[in-house]
């Protein structure tokens, strides 16, 4: 069959790398790519951006299988337009990924069907913001309504600075028309957890969890990025946890989208923090989480077309999906300035020799080949992953790796997983 990936990210990589495993997979596309994507795949122009331009795309490829990488399409409708051309699409209609899309919407959702999630406020203006913040204790979550790239949250340490934030962001300054509304939230303390499920809209099938590292810094320090690494073992959840998550959380979500006429398919990644009170959903993704797809595809065993192709077609088991126990780490090396201003066209050293080392994967998330080399394309540059039976063995296996690649600036957080080690 012929497979189009949609996006250009270490995401992408991992999903191309895996669907590349496939017996059942004839030609692999992705689109636009990326210069570690073009050699699982072929890579094709397209602006992710615009929905005539995806569709272009779809004429010219004729996929019997889409997978869409980032939140955009999707809330752009890709998947309703695809299905529309009877060409079979992976992931949410544009009316289902409202949970990711619109923060308001997934809030009230949750409170209309009794999933755990922080006490909240939805403001339009300042004036109600002031007026919500009479049942909130500093610090406060500010949250832009929109998609704003990671930008539209912040944890505000006094209500002066939330009236400010969120003047901030409904003058459209921060985040554009993003920012148009505004929700507060009680700010949560704990481990956050990225809890990954497949639905095909009914039923719901859980993939191995995986923990982000959000901040720059060693220890959680400093500011937020896409995320610096991440690490899935197999117990991060124990079975027990995993089934409470499964039928309090998910499936009430999936229960919900289709008993108010927006069916849910795809993956439905649950932000997580898990508070003294218990589990709390901080957001949603209608979308594989990135770098968390690093380290669980590095655990997946069966064939990834099995399990999309079961959720498109409203057939999803849990027999679909067998995990290896063994543990798995990405490390993102990221580009010098990175997640502030950065400079691009670094050449990239040590990639084959890092990448040939025992249970080593090295995914690209920002590069690019020009004559045979490897440069940066992008801030998070490449996603160094590894697998063992062992945890603290893949860590030391994808340090030894990062150790080998060299680029001008490159810089990762030393401390990958290294809490799990802790516990
Ligand atoms: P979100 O996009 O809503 O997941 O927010 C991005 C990040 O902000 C989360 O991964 C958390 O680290 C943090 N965050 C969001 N909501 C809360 C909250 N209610 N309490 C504490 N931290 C939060
Ligand atoms: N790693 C966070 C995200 O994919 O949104």
Redesign the pocket.
């Given at each position: 069959m012929k497979v189009l990936v949609l996006g250009n990210g270490g995401r992408e990589h991992a999903l191309v790398w895996k669907l590349r495993q496939s017996s059942r997979v004839s030609k692999l596309y992705c689109a636009p790519g990326n210069g570690g994507i073009a050699e699982n795949a072929e890579c094709l122009a397209v602006d992710l951006k615009n929905l005539d331009s995806i569709m272009a795309l779809g004429r010219q490829v004729r996929p019997d299988l889409t997978l869409v990488g980032p939140e955009l399409p999707l809330t752009l409708g890709v998947v309703d337009e695809f299905t529309r051309c009877g060409w079979p699409a992976f992931g949410p209609t544009k009316a289902a990924a409202q949970l990711e899309w619109s923060?308001s919407f997934a809030k009230e959702f949750l409170q209309r069907h009794r999933i755990p999630t922080?006490p909240?406020a939805i403001c339009d203006s300042v004036e109600e913001v002031r007026a919500a913040l009479a049942h909130f204790h500093a610090p406060v979550?500010v949250?832009a309504d929109g998609l704003a790239a990671?930008k539209?949250?912040v944890?505000a340490a006094s209500k002066e600075e939330v009236a400010s934030v969120a003047a901030e962001m409904f003058s459209g300054k921060m985040v554009g028309e993003a920012g148009a509304r505004v929700v507060l939230?009680?700010?949560?303390?704990g481990d956050?957890l990225s809890f990954l499920v497949l639905s095909d809209g009914e039923r719901v099938v859980p993939l191995v969890a995986a923990q982000?590292h959000?901040r720059i810094g060693d220890g959680d320090t400093g500011s937020?990025t896409g995320g610096m690494g991440a690490y899935s073992t197999a117990d991060i959840v124990d079975d027990k946890m995993r089934d409470w998550l499964v039928s309090h959380i998910a499936t009430p979500v999936v229960a919900g989208m289709k008993a108010e006429g927006t069916e849910y398919k795809g993956v439905l990644y649950c932000?997580l923090?898990m508070t003294a009170r218990g589990p709390?959903v901080?957001?949603f993704n209608c979308r594989f989480g990135d770098p968390e797809t690093q380290p669980i595809l590095m655990r997946l065993e069966s064939d990834l077309v099995d399990g999309l192709e079961a959720s498109i077609e409203g057939r999803l088991s849990e027999g679909d999906f067998k995990w290896s126990r063994d543990a798995s780490v990405c490390v993102v090396m990221a580009s010098g300035g990175y997640p502030g201003t950065f400079e691009v066209g670094k050449k990239i050293a040590g990639l084959e020799e890092a990448d040939g080392t025992e249970g080593v994967k090295v995914f690209h998330a920002g590069t690019t080949k020009r004559d045979g080399s490897f440069y940066t394309a992008g801030g998070r540059v490449l996603g160094v992953s590894a697998r063992a039976a062992e945890l603290e063995t893949a860590i030391e296996r994808a340090y030894a790796a990062c150790e080998k690649i060299r680029f001008d600036g490159a810089h990762y957080r030393k401390d990958i997983a290294a809490r799990a080690l802790k516990k």
């Open positions: 923060k922080a909240y979550v949250k990671g539209g949250v944890i939230e009680e700010c949560l303390t956050e982000d959000k937020n932000g923090m709390m901080l957001e």
